[in-house]
């Protein structure tokens, strides 16, 4: 019998994906194949995503249907790792689910060990204890879409318990990689051919490793041969001192977009989801961003309808929306997740049609200050790190350093080349030109 394969989905974050590549390295080390099939594993693993209901029920029911498949081949191992994993624990065992394993982002060395003895017993098995220090800092798994962009964890975890968020409880305390470590892990990428790389954190710009900050962390990396450029997300507002305003405004490699979560625009609000800060805080630190650093792209998370918010708080989301202008931005309606401090001091008292109705302004609003802010790009010219061909065959698609998608007629260029692109029309998500000349 030859080994035994393993397909694995991945849900959520771009944390997830890095660590199912972890799983990925674990276990191909341990003698396991990996098929893109899920109807030719052996062992079916869904890495999941439980920071909105719908994400998690989503989960559910993907299980539900690799259920399905156990009935045509004996001993189909299904597992579920990540946050709903952590979340949900042994609940995933209740009958009918059909789960056979359970593990938690810390746990993910034991699983060898864990579908041995599934395999051996015939019972459950579950692993969710969170440790402080596990960073799978020896794993380097970062391998990746089409060796253009590299994402690197260089710290996990969140301290931060904002009153809404489940991740602090199903990843854990906030840890960091030492730096020479992750330099050695990036070093090896650019080797690899990779041209950027995403340093990614739950609270990246947190990050801080006996005195060594995430400014220096940057600059470090920096100066790796082969890098040309650096991103990093997600962070939080609370951890912008100057240092790193300045690394991003004055070193040509770092991009220039900074993802910064609003959440709410209302200082009540935003105190009650412990954010610590407030809208003219916020606004504030926009507007020294956007002086200090030129063309910078600005995108957000905005959550509508926690609990008791009411219209005119809602209205100063959009206000500060207005005054910001975002690039972009991700909008959730509030979702009520079991454990965290909002579940249990605030009873979700905005109806689905309220919350409905919000996020509608909020999208249209956004989608008028996206167009226009993209109409500022037309005639310019940038440099666009290809990332491969565009839904029309015939064109290619990458991104500028603000991390929009630029879309251009393929002049044959290849992943991971630099392209010189004229913008002549734009939508609220894309710019569309013409290459001008290869760069390199
Ligand atoms: N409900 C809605 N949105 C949420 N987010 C996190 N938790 C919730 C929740 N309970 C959003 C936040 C965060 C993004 C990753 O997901 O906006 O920044
Ligand atoms: Fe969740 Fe807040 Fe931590 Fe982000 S910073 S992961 S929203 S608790």
């Given at each position: 019998?030859?080994?035994a394969?393993v397909?694995?989905?991945?849900?959520?974050?771009q944390m997830?994906?890095?660590?199912s590549?972890i799983?990925r390295r674990?276990l191909t080390g341990?003698?396991?194949?990996?098929?893109?099939t899920?109807?030719?594993?052996?062992?079916?693993?869904?890495?999941t995503?439980?920071?909105?209901?719908?994400?998690?029920?989503?989960?559910?029911?993907?299980?539900d249907?690799?259920?399905?498949?156990?009935?045509?081949?004996q001993?189909?191992?299904?597992?579920v790792l990540?946050?709903?994993?952590q979340?949900?624990?042994?609940?995933l065992f209740n009958s009918?689910?059909?789960?056979?394993?359970?593990a938690g982002p810390?746990?993910y060395r034991?699983?060898?060990?864990?579908?041995?003895?599934?395999?051996?017993?015939?019972?459950?098995?579950?692993?969710?204890?969170?440790?402080?220090?596990?960073?799978?800092?020896?794993?380097?798994?970062?391998?990746?879409?089409?060796?253009?962009?590299?994402?690197?964890?260089?710290?996990?975890?969140?301290?931060?318990?904002?009153?809404?968020c489940?991740?602090p409880?199903?990843?854990g305390r906030?840890?960091?990689r030492?730096?020479?470590?992750i330099?050695?892990?990036i070093t090896?990428?650019?080797?690899?051919g990779y041209?950027?790389?995403?340093?990614?954190g739950?609270?990246v710009?947190?990050?801080?490793?006996?005195?060594?900050?995430?400014?220096q962390?940057i600059?470090a990396?920096?100066?790796?041969?082969?890098?040309?450029?650096i991103?990093f997300?997600s962070?939080?507002p609370?951890?912008?001192?100057?240092?790193?305003l300045?690394v991003?405004?004055d070193?040509?490699k770092?991009?220039?977009?900074?993802?910064?979560?609003?959440?709410?625009?209302n200082?009540?609000?935003l105190?009650m989801?412990?954010?610590?800060?407030?809208?003219?805080?916020?606004?504030?630190?926009?507007?020294?961003m956007?002086?200090?650093?030129?063309n910078?792209?600005?995108?957000?998370?905005?959550i509508?309808?926690f609990p008791?918010e009411?219209?005119?708080e809602y209205e100063?989301?959009l206000?500060?929306?207005?005054?910001?202008e975002?690039d972009?931005?991700?909008?959730?309606?509030y979702?009520?997740?079991a454990g965290?401090a909002?579940a249990q001091?605030?009873?979700?008292d905005i109806?689905?049609?309220?919350?409905?109705d919000?996020?509608?302004?909020l999208?249209?609003?956004?989608?008028?200050?996206?167009l226009?802010?993209?109409q500022?790009?037309?005639?310019?010219t940038y440099?666009?790190?290809?990332e491969?061909?565009?839904?029309k065959?015939?064109?290619?698609?990458?991104?500028?350093?603000e991390?929009k998608?630029?879309?251009f007629?393929d002049?044959?260029?290849?992943a991971?080349d630099?392209v010189?692109v004229r913008i002549?029309?734009?939508?609220?998500?894309?710019?569309?030109?013409v290459?001008v000349q290869?760069?390199t």
């Open positions: 019998m030859g080994a394969k397909y694995i989905e991945t849900y959520g974050c997830n994906e890095y660590d590549e799983v674990v341990n003698g396991y194949d990996f098929t893109d899920p109807e030719d594993a052996d062992i079916i693993f869904l890495n995503c439980a920071v909105r209901a719908n994400a998690q029920r989503k989960v559910l029911q993907r299980i249907l690799f259920k399905k498949l156990k009935g045509r081949k001993g189909l191992l299904i597992g990540g946050c709903v994993a979340n949900l624990k042994t609940e009918g689910i059909g789960v056979d394993v359970v810390d746990s034991t699983l060898p060990e864990l579908l041995r003895r599934v395999q051996e017993t015939k019972e459950t098995r579950c692993a969710t204890t969170l440790s402080v220090e596990e960073t799978y800092s020896d794993l380097f798994p970062a391998q990746q879409s089409g060796k253009v962009n590299a994402w690197v964890a260089v710290m996990r975890g969140c301290d931060n318990f904002c009153s809404f489940v991740v409880y199903t990843r906030e840890r960091c030492a730096p020479d470590n330099i050695e892990e090896a990428l650019a080797a690899k041209k950027q790389v995403t340093l990614l739950q609270n710009n947190s990050y801080k490793y006996e005195g060594f900050t995430f400014a962390l600059s990396v920096s100066r790796i041969e082969g890098i040309r450029r991103r997300t962070p939080h609370k951890d912008f001192p100057d240092d790193l300045e991003v405004a070193n040509d770092v991009c220039k977009h900074i993802h910064l979560p609003l959440q709410s625009g200082t009540r609000i105190q989801m412990n954010r610590t800060y407030s809208k003219e805080e916020y606004l504030a630190l926009a507007h020294r956007r002086e200090r650093i030129g910078l792209a600005l995108t957000t998370d905005i509508v309808g008791t009411t219209r005119e100063d989301t206000d500060v929306m207005r005054q910001v975002f972009a931005a991700f909008m959730f309606k979702s009520e997740r965290t909002a001091k605030y009873p979700d109806s689905a049609a309220e919350k409905t919000r996020i509608t302004r999208v249209d609003l956004q989608r008028s200050i996206s226009e802010r993209n500022r790009h037309l005639n310019e440099d666009v790190l290809v491969g061909t565009a839904r065959p015939d064109q290619l698609r990458g991104r500028n350093d991390n998608i630029v879309v007629p002049n044959g260029a290849q991971g630099f010189n002549e029309e734009v939508t609220p998500n894309t710019l569309i030109g290459a290869p760069v």
